[in-house]
Nanobody, 115 residues
Framework: QVHLVESGGGLVQAGGSLRLSCLAS????????LGWYRQAPGKQRDMVAT???????KYAASLKGRFTISSENAKNTVYLQMNSLKSDDTAVYYC?????????WGQGTQVTVSS
């Protein structure tokens, strides 16, 4: 079992920045993928960014350049630095962990960008 706890969400003005953190605990395997997804009201949950234990990253094409994912493997923590935030970035952001076919999700943290 893997437990994910997000932090760092909140209210920010358009153009501002936020940094989300997610601490993973439990049965963490060295080979894994950590990442962030988001879900806006009335929309599906979409990938924001992922990072593997080797450091390989993937981003949603529309977010690359504004968002940066990073991790500290020794701390089982993944971060999402979000810059130049827009009102369209308003969503619940979920932390994600995967080890082969096993997937886990955090409870989510709300990010609200005011225009």
């Amino acid at each position: 079992q893997v437990h994910l706890v997000e932090s760092g969400g909140g209210l920010v003005q358009a153009g501002g920045s936020l940094r989300l953190s997610c601490l993973a605990s439990g049965s963490i395997f060295s080979i894994n993928v950590l990442g962030w997804y988001r879900q806006a009201p009335g929309k599906q949950r979409d990938m924001v960014a992922t990072i593997s234990n080797t450091g390989a990253t993937k981003y949603a094409a529309s977010l690359k350049g504004r968002f940066t994912i990073s991790s500290e493997n020794a701390k089982n923590t993944v971060y999402l630095q979000m810059n130049s935030l827009k009102s369209d970035d308003t969503a619940v952001y979920y932390c994600y962990y995967a080890h082969y076919g096993d997937e886990y999700w955090g409870q989510g943290t709300q990010v609200t960008v005011s225009s």
